[in-house]
Structures are given as C-alpha cells and as structure tokens.
C-alpha cells in the first residue's frame, strides 16, 4: 500500500492518531528526498487538522503546497484549491459579498487546468470533487446558508442536479464520497418543499428522511463518524418538518 492509500484509508476511517503519525514520520528532514505520496499525506493531514481545529492545519497545508510544487503533485495542488473556494464561500455567507458565490465557483474551474477531465486522476477524485463543491454552492446560494425561499427553487434545482452528477460520476471504492453526495441529494431535495407548492407533511418529507436514516446507518457502520453527525442533524431537522438547523455534508 502506497503512503497516499495509507493516509486516505486513516482518513476514511476517521484514525487521525494514525494519520498524524504517518505524516509527522513521513516528512523527510531538510535536504532529504520527498517520498512519493507525500503530498496526498500532507492533504489529508490538512483537511483532518482543519475539521479539528488544530493549529498545525497551516503547517500541513504549507508541507502539503512544498511537495505538491516539488514532485509534481498536480491531483494535490488541484485538492489544495478547495480551501480558497470554502473561504470564498464563507467570506460571501458572512458578508454577502456581490456575486461571491459565482467567484467560489469559479476557483473549482480552476481545478480542470492542474487536471484535465480526460485523466484518470480526474475520474477516480476530481469528478466528484467537482460536481459535489459546485452543488454545495448552489446550496449556500439558495439558502444563505439557512431557510430556502421560494425564489430560491432555481438554485435548488442547480443543486440537485450537480449531486446527481457527483453520484453518476463516484467510483464504486470511493464509499465515503458516494455517503456525502447522497445525503447531499436527499438534503437538497427535502429543502425544495420550503419552495412549494406542497409543505413538509410526513408524506411528501418521508422519502428523503428514510434516505438520510440510510446514510446515517450505513456511515455508522462504516466508521465514518462525520457523515454520521451531519446526516444525524438532518435527520433530526426533516423529522421536525423544519428547514433550519440541517447540516452540508462538508468540512468547512
């Protein structure tokens, strides 16, 4: 197993003793050659250290940059991007900032140049990565990041097709990913019916709970504890019938 199979297998499973660790002995000390992979191991310490809050998120993010322009690491550099479309999309969340959320979408376009669609890097990761980013985005824009509005259904409907795309284009390993766009789908399609016509009765709300109860069980039994917190908020929200308090299945 490769050191970047490694450090997506600790990720998946959410053993972030085990992946710090593989990070921290992997990087080479200075002057020493960069093992292969270690700009994916870096990534992955990122994203992990970002999602918890530690100060080391920088470090790996800079580590992550150094190998990435070193080795040659397009499919990182590429993955490196998705940190300035989140800022981008808070930035306009918390500002509302003109046209921000186009921008934000505009950074994901910038991914296609580091790895073309016509690469097998783009189909195993980015194909998903992609459609995935641009339907969380719509998702922001409909609701600013709370209660849809009935003007919104367009963006909605944005949303829902480009989860749909993400899901067609999820590769059957990649378990966790296919977990986020379904709960994604399920999520963007009970927030329709804050659009109308019909309301959240407990028929018209029941296939898309039901399918989030899905994600949630099948994320528990994989181990994967934050698509199970984020279906988990779901859940509780369709339940209510309510269209406030739901969770994007992403690490903002």
């Known amino acids: 197993m490769t050191l970047a199979q490694q450090a997506s ?8 003793d085990a992946l710090f660790r593989l990070a921290a002995d992997s990087w080479p000390g200075d002057g020493a050659e960069l093992p292969e992979g270690i700009a994916e191991v870096c990534r992955f310490a990122f994203i992990r250290a970002v999602q918890l809050q530690r100060v080391d998120q920088y470090l790996w993010r800079a580590r992550a940059l150094t190998a990435a322009v070193i080795t040659g690491a397009r499919d990182t550099a590429a993955g490196l991007l998705l940190q ?20 934000a979408r505009l950074i994901l376009e910038e991914m296609k140049r580091l790895v073309p669609e016509d690469t097998s890097a783009w189909s195993v990761l980015f194909a998903r990565l992609y459609h995935e980013k641009k339907a969380f985005s719509f998702l922001m824009e409909a609701t600013s990041g709370g209660r849809p509005e009935a003007a919104s259904r367009s963006l909605l409907d944005a949303a ?3 989860y749909a795309l993400a899901l067609d284009l999820t590769p059957p390993q990649d378990s966790r990913g296919a977990l986020k766009v379904r709960g994604g789908l399920a999520l963007v399609r009970y927030l329709r019916l804050a659009c109308g016509p019909q309301d959240a009765s407990d028929a018209s709300r029941q296939p898309y709970l039901e399918e989030t109860e899905a994600v949630r069980a099948a994320a528990a039994a994989a181990g994967y504890r934050d698509v199970e917190g984020w279906a988990t908020a779901n859940v509780e929200a369709m339940g209510r019938g309510e269209f406030i308090g739901w ?5 903002v």
Do not use: M, W
């Open 9 to 16: 297998r600790y990720y998946n499973d959410n053993d972030n």
């Open 247 to 251: 969770t994007a299945y992403e690490v």
């Open 160 to 162: 829902e097709a480009e």
């Open 84 to 103: 300035p479309f989140f800022v981008a999309t808070s930035f306009t969340l918390e500002n509302g900032a003109e046209k921000g959320h186009e921008q």
